[in-house]
T-cell receptor, first 113, second 116 residues
Framework: SQQGEEDPQALSIQEGENATMNCSYK?????LQWYRQNSGRGLVHLIL?????REKHSGRLRVTLDTSKKSSSLLITASRAADTASYFC?????????????FGKGTLLTVNP | ETGVTQTPRHLVMGMTNKKSLKCEQH?????MYWYKQSAKKPLELMFV???????ENNSVPSRFSPECPNSSHLFLHLHTLQPEDSALYLC???????????????FGSGTQLSVL
């Protein structure tokens, strides 16, 4: 699998439900980031978690990181129709370029009103 | 708005045309990036400039030619493209490097390019 690969590829839920997306990666990292993209638009940064952190919160977002399993999860609580978007995890490579983030293919989240 | 502006938003060009994509950032950042986003594929990093010097060139075909005249502007010059080059081209910036600085990327809205 590729660095920064999300699972599932697509997720459809009802408004008010929680949405969980997972990400796996291969190399050692300094940090892992989650981005959101509305259709046909640019990506927007949501949250960054450092390799020495296990959990981080921002509003309705909760991110976990397990460096032993090289995986992360993004939880969106009490979802809204406006949360409909694609979500990407992105990782750097602690042994590689300081300018390269590797993105996965993303999870397409649809929140039905 | 993210502070990163890309023009044009949409571009249709023939394989023999020459066109340029423009990106401008108003954030005072030192690094600027070009990414390519094709359907059902991960974002592909194309080029990175830091302080107007190219620091990454990810085996991009020579029909794509970047230019960074100053730290606020980035161009992608296109010539003799192929239909498979049709994609969303995204520009991004960051204050400095990403990994050890724990920096994030600020993206523009992209240019949707169609090559006929």
């Amino acid at each position: 699998s590729q660095q920064g690969e999300e699972d599932p590829q697509a997720l459809s839920i009802q408004e008010g439900e929680n949405a969980t997306m997972n990400c796996s990666y291969k190399t050692s990292i300094n940090n892992l980031q989650w981005y959101r993209q509305n259709s046909g638009r640019g990506l927007v940064h949501l949250i960054l978690i450092r390799s020495n952190e296990r959990e981080k919160h921002s509003g309705r977002l909760r991110v976990t990181l397990d460096t032993s399993k090289k995986s992360s999860s993004l939880l969106i609580t009490a979802s809204r129709a406006a949360d409909t978007a694609s979500y990407f995890c992105a990782t750097d490579d602690s042994g590689g370029s300081n300018y390269k983030l590797t993105f996965g293919k993303g999870t397409l989240l649809t929140v039905n009103p | 708005e993210t502070g990163v502006t890309q023009t044009p938003r949409h571009l249709v060009m023939g394989m023999t045309n020459k066109k340029s994509l423009k990106c401008e950032q108003h954030l005072g950042h030192n690094a600027m990036y070009w990414y390519k986003q094709s359907a059902k594929k991960p974002l592909e990093l194309m080029f990175v400039y830091s302080l107007e010097e190219r620091v990454e060139n990810n085996s991009v075909p020579s029909r794509f030619s970047p230019e960074c005249p100053n730290s606020s502007h980035l161009f992608l010059h296109l010539h003799t493209l192929q239909p498979e080059d049709s994609a969303l081209y995204l520009c991004a910036s960051s204050q400095d490097g990403l990994g050890t600085s724990n920096e994030k990327l600020f993206f523009g809205s992209g240019t949707q390019l169609s090559v006929l």
